[in-house]
């Protein structure tokens, strides 16, 4: 009985050891594998965020050596400018600086948005020249000495000495950084704060404020030639105002501010200025547009002997206005015709009109033409009945200026169409050729009260859409339909004393091109506007040179001039008006040309050359008259000129 009592005690303890076993497998299997699982999960996050920090210490390390590599090199390089500058800063007249100093640990640059604070000190240099000049041609006075200042950003949190004076030349360098990129309204300080009981800096850390102020109101005010304020101008305000660079909320850029005063200033009939106050607002500035105009409406009558025999004496009636629509936009129209025909079968008439396309800076010139002549030859019985027309547009756009000279560039696209009917065999001898024309130049000019400068290039070339090369060989022998022309041009004029007795001018043309031409892009030599004492059109080239130089002297000027001398130098004449007799001016001229034709035909001459020399006198009576009266006399004979056979040249204008 004992026996099989025991034998069931072992089997019960056999099979609750085979429980346990079960349980502690199941209880294995069932909570150590997650755990097994999320183990491995925070590893490879560990693992990540390990390689994450790695990285992340890696780039700090790199940056860390890049910056003291950085810092390094400008430590030398300010050690090695200082070496090159030691035998000339020992040879400079330094100011003896007796000014209070001040400890500096540090120097801290706030406020500064528009120009970071490394840009502000990159090129800092030792020795601060405001002068203008060359360092070792500067006055003392003018010299600021940097070397402590490089020190303290170079290795900050040592104390080093700093005087007012090196601190009030850091503040103008900083300023002139700003001014160099053309920024208006930008204010450099050492703030009141920084000053502890107004003799020492707080915590030795030099704080320097800089305030970009903004400019809160942009506003137009028209006043009329007598500096009247009127009610509305010719030009529109909402116009100026549009187009303005400076807008309310930002900083001003002095340079674009005076660019596009200038350009609103080359209209003849109005005079802008900028005026810049205080704004609003505290720390901010207002700008006011104060704009002086005078009527825009302009009429002319002029009259001359230029031209072919038919068109000489004939009057020229014109209009211009300079602001049309109020946006500065001009319009011009020329009519000439000969008193005693019909005004619709012999006449010329020319307009144009130019205006602004997003603001002064781009210009757009449409312009057109149209001739109906009526030729009777001194001798023969055929008369030329004809017509021509143009018509097309120039785009401009104001690329640079700098110190008052104006640099554009421009494209063209032009039609033209010539047409000419004899009365004998019209069928034979008619033409009629039409071509397009597209085009480039740049221009380069100067304006000012004792100077007038200006240089020119442009290239047209033809272009599809126009008559067959046939048409082209009926209008000219051998002339192509597939041709360019090219144009330099420079002119200049100045007055030789400060009084504008004396006056010297001069121009120069080069006109040059690659094929014979058609009569209608053809140059005429000879005449009142090129060669002085030649006939008018003796030679009609396809391209040449144009060069003339004259010398004025005005004895209205030379009048005032003794007057003024007579009355003394403290004193100066009180006269209320401006004499009738405005100008008075003989002159002298000398013109040259050379007309060139290209591959010339039996009865042409490749080279014709043009000398002259002359004298004449230009009047100016009132407000409206002026003429002027030429005689040239030539020095070199041509096929229909002799030497010496001078010719008179007269042209008169009124104006209104």
């Not at 050690?79 to 030691?86: D, G, I, Q, S, V």
């Not at 009141?192 to 003799?199: S, T």
């Not at 509305?232 to 030009?235: I, Q, T």
């Not at 080069?510 to 031409?517: A, H, Q, V």
């Given at each position: 009985m004992d026996s099989v009592n025991k034998v069931r005690r072992m089997v019960f303890i056999v099979f609750l050891c085979l429980g346990f076993m079960a349980y502690a497998v199941a209880t294995t299997?069932?909570?150590s594998q997650p755990a097994s699982a999320k183990t491995k999960a925070q590893l490879k996050q560990e693992e990540k965020a390990r390689k994450a920090q790695a990285l992340k210490a890696k780039r700090e390390a790199a940056a860390k050596a890049k910056r003291e590599a950085a810092a390094k090199a400008k430590r030398d390089a300010i050690?090695?400018?200082?070496?090159?500058?030691?035998e000339q800063i020992a040879q400079l007249n330094l100011p003896e600086d007796t000014t209070p100093r001040l400890t500096v640990k540090q120097i801290r640059i706030s406020g500064n948005t528009l120009i970071s604070t490394d840009v502000l000190l990159e090129n800092m240099p030792l020795i601060y020249n405001v002068s203008g000049k060359p360092l070792d041609q500067a006055e003392s006075n003018y010299l600021y000495d940097f070397r402590t200042l490089h020190d303290i950003i170079l290795q900050p949190g040592q104390p080093r000495e700093v005087s007012t004076r090196t601190i009030q030349g850091f503040t103008q360098y900083i300023l002139s950084v700003y001014q160099a990129r053309n920024y208006a309204g930008i204010y450099v300080y050492v703030p009141?704060?920084?000053?502890?009981?107004?003799?020492e800096l707080q915590d030795e850390i030099l704080a320097i404020e800089v305030l970009e102020a903004t400019v809160t109101d942009v506003t137009v005010k028209s006043y009329d030639p007598n500096q009247n304020e009127v009610e509305?101008?010719?030009?529109r305000s909402s116009a100026v105002q549009k187009w303005s660079p400076i807008k309310a909320g930002q900083v001003a850029n002095k340079k674009e501010l005076d660019d596009f005063v200038n350009l609103l200033n080359l209209n003849p009939d109005r005079y802008v200025s900028a005026v810049v106050t205080k704004g609003a607002d505290p720390k901010s500035l207002a700008v006011e547009y104060d704009i002086y105009e005078a009527d825009p409406w302009h009429y002319f009558l002029q009259i001359d002997n230029s031209g072919t025999r038919d068109r000489q004496w004939m009057p020229r009636v014109g209009l211009i206005n300079t602001n049309l629509l109020g946006f500065d936009d001009t319009f011009t129209a020329i009519y000439q015709a000969p008193p005693e025909s019909d005004w619709d079968k012999n006449y010329s008439l020319y307009g144009s009109y130019d205006f602004p396309l997003l603001g002064p800076r781009l210009r757009f010139n449409l312009y057109g033409g149209y001739s109906q002549f009526d030729i009777n030859p001194e001798s023969g019985i055929v008369d030329f009945i004809g017509n021509g027309d143009f018509y097309g547009g120039i785009l401009r756009y104001n690329l640079l200026q700098t110190n008052g000279w104006f640099f554009d560039i421009k494209g063209s696209l032009e039609h033209v169409r010539s047409k000419v009917t004899p009365s004998l065999f019209p069928g034979i001898l008619g033409t009629d050729v039409k071509f397009w024309l597209w085009g480039w130049g740049l221009n380069l000019r100067r304006s000012d009260d004792m100077s007038n400068t200006s240089f020119g290039f442009d290239r047209v070339e033809s272009m599809g859409g126009g008559s067959s090369g046939a048409e082209f060989g009926t209008a000219r022998t051998n002339a192509k339909s597939d041709f360019s022309v090219y144009t330099a041009s420079a002119t200049h004029s100045q007055y030789l004393d400060?009084?504008?007795?004396?006056?010297l001018s001069s121009t120069f043309r080069?006109?040059?091109?690659?094929?014979?031409?058609v009569p209608a892009k053809m140059t005429t030599f000879g005449g009142m506007y090129s060669v002085r004492g030649y006939d008018e059109y003796e030679v009609v080239a396809d391209g040449g040179v144009l060069a003339s130089a004259q010398y004025e002297f005005d004895l209205v000027k030379y009048d005032e001039f003794k007057e003024k001398a007579r009355a003394g130098s403290e004193q100066t004449q009180a006269k209320t008006g401006k004499p009738f007799l405005r100008k008075l001016a003989p002159l002298a001229f000398f013109d040259y040309g050379r007309a060139k034709i290209r591959r010339p035909l039996a009865t042409e001459k490749a080279y014709t050359e043009m000398f002259s020399a002359g004298v004449g006198t230009i009047v100016e009576l009132g407000n409206n008259f002026s003429g002027g009266v030429y005689y040239g006399y030539p020095l070199r004979a041509t096929a229909d000129t002799r030497k010496?056979?001078?010719r008179l040249n007269i042209s008169l204008i009124m104006r209104w």
């Open positions: 299997q069932g909570v050690e090695e400018a200082k070496a090159k500058l030691k009141a704060e920084a000053l502890k009981d107004g003799k509305k101008g010719y030009l400060t009084d504008k007795i004396d006056r080069w006109i040059g091109s690659n094929e014979r031409l010496g056979k001078g």
